[in-house]
């Protein structure tokens, strides 16, 4: 396989554009590659500038459940095109992308529409704060909330002692407000709790991780937060970015029976263009400018393309049986992956839910940021590079998570475990 076209792309773009990407993981430096450029998106495939062509796992990072140019999604788009892009102005569609979103998640009383999941976080956490009248939040190593100031900071030394950034840029004066915990680590919560419980405005997390590769929650851990958080008056926030109608139609705290009190929301909501959400009780949103004083705001926020695509990706996803058949064809792919890697005698840990999953070059179970920093990216990047050449698109990176969509059919499932069987036989 060539990549001669992308390669030349590439040099011409890191003379104009830093890196030559404009989001980090896309340079594919953690599988020492060069990104490939992408001409085309159809169905469960992309094409790229050489021409070749690629099932794709990746379905740009999680909004395309649908797959790649859904034709009732391209249609709406195009609809809502020749009707003007942008009215800076309230329409109808705002109201009915945020009446789905509201009728499929219960905890959602009312909801503000945004551009990204970055913003959708972001003004949670603002909110949260104005709330409570307190400063700190809590978030949790692994799990990654866009990149707010707040959020670019890993834990230190010692729970308590205050974290440190993973970004220069970020004010000294914030990192003492955001306190890293463990995932799926109750007591480092509690621990935190005992100490300045009084001061911690909200405890924010993905309620499954899939920003450190995909690590499920424990049930218990996630109960525990709610019982916890409501008992010191601090606000729950589940960031559902990814897992906002991925997992079922609604959140994962559909399935979990667990009510925060604001949810995020992003990538599927969008149907592939930019939006982020973020929602829950009313007493807490109606905090927001102009009911009340917490600002925030966006010229571009409820446009009508995004609004539309948003509102055709809903309608597909609440109208089929697709989330049964996700889990299917996942389940299927899952299954075929662990007889491989059995007979190879390859360790892996393999955590799949419904239609996500990551495959780990470790001998231990992942269930926190620890556990998958153990994993092998040396290895990971072979596998990375393996399945490229058979016409496999991965996540260029260890700690990201697959998606499946309805695009895929069980042919390309099929060919998917072919190849991880040549690779890994290859590799092993
Ligand atoms: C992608 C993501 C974000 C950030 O969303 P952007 O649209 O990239 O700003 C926030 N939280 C989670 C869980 C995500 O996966």
């Known amino acids: 396989m060539k990549f001669v076209r992308s390669s030349s792309l590439f040099s011409k773009a890191r003379t104009v554009i830093p890196g030559g990407v404009n989001s980090p993981v896309r340079a594919f ?10 001409t085309r998106g ?5 094409f ?3 021409g070749n062509e690629f099932i794709d796992y990746v379905g740009s990072w999680g909004p395309l459940i649908l797959g790649h140019s859904h034709p009732r999604v391209v249609e709406a788009i195009q609809t809502a095109a020749g009707m003007g892009t942008s009215y800076g102005a309230p329409h109808q569609g705002e109201v009915e992308l945020a009446e789905m979103i509201c009728q499929a998640i219960p905890s959602m009383d009312m909801v503000r529409l945004v551009n990204s999941g970055t913003e959708a976080t972001m003004s949670a956490i603002r909110l949260a704060r104005a709330f409570t009248r307190r400063d700190k939040i809590v978030k949790f190593a692994g799990c990654y909330h866009g990149h707010a100031d ?4 890993q834990a230190g030394s010692g729970l308590l002692t205050g974290g440190v950034p993973t970004s220069p840029g970020v004010p000294a004066d914030l990192i003492g407000n955001t306190i890293v915990c463990r995932y799926n680590d109750l007591d480092s919560v509690r621990t935190v709790f005992e100490q300045m419980g009084t001061e911690i405005a909200a405890v924010i997390l993905e309620p499954m991780a899939g920003n450190m590769g995909l690590v499920l929650p424990d049930i218990e851990f996630l109960h525990g937060l709610r019982e916890l958080t409501a008992g010191h008056e601090a606000l729950l926030i589940f960031d559902e970015v990814i897992t906002g109608f991925r997992v079922t139609y609604g959140g994962l705290q559909n399935l979990l029976g667990i009510e925060p009190d604001l949810t995020c929301l992003g990538k599927i909501i969008g149907g592939g263009l930019p939006v982020g959400a973020y929602g829950g009780r009313c007493d807490i949103m109606r905090m927001m400018a102009p009911e009340g004083p917490v600002y925030q705001a966006g010229t571009l926020s409820g446009n009508p393309l995004a609004v539309a695509a948003g509102i055709a990706t809903l309608k597909i996803l609440e109208a089929g049986e697709l989330y049964d058949d996700l889990e299917t064809k996942t389940y299927v792919l899952e299954t075929r992956l662990r007889t491989v890697f059995e007979e190879t005698g390859l360790p892996v840990a393999i955590n799949r839910y419904g239609s996500m999953f990551s495959i780990f070059f470790t001998e231990e179970d992942v269930t926190d940021y620890e556990s998958a920093l153990k994993a092998d990216t040396r290895m990971y990047a072979r596998f990375f590079s393996g399945m490229l050449e058979r016409g496999i698109y991965l996540p260029p990176s260890q700690f990201e998570t697959c998606f499946v969509s309805a695009a895929h059919d069980i ?3 099929d060919q998917t475990a072919d190849a991880v069987r040549q690779v890994i036989e290859a590799m092993a």
């Open 29 to 38: 430096k953690s599988v020492g590659m060069e990104p490939l450029f992408i």
């Open 42 to 46: 159809q169905g469960a495939r992309i």
């Open 48 to 50: 790229d500038a050489d």
């Open 150 to 153: 707040s959020f670019l900071i």
């Open 411 to 413: 042919k390309d499932i």
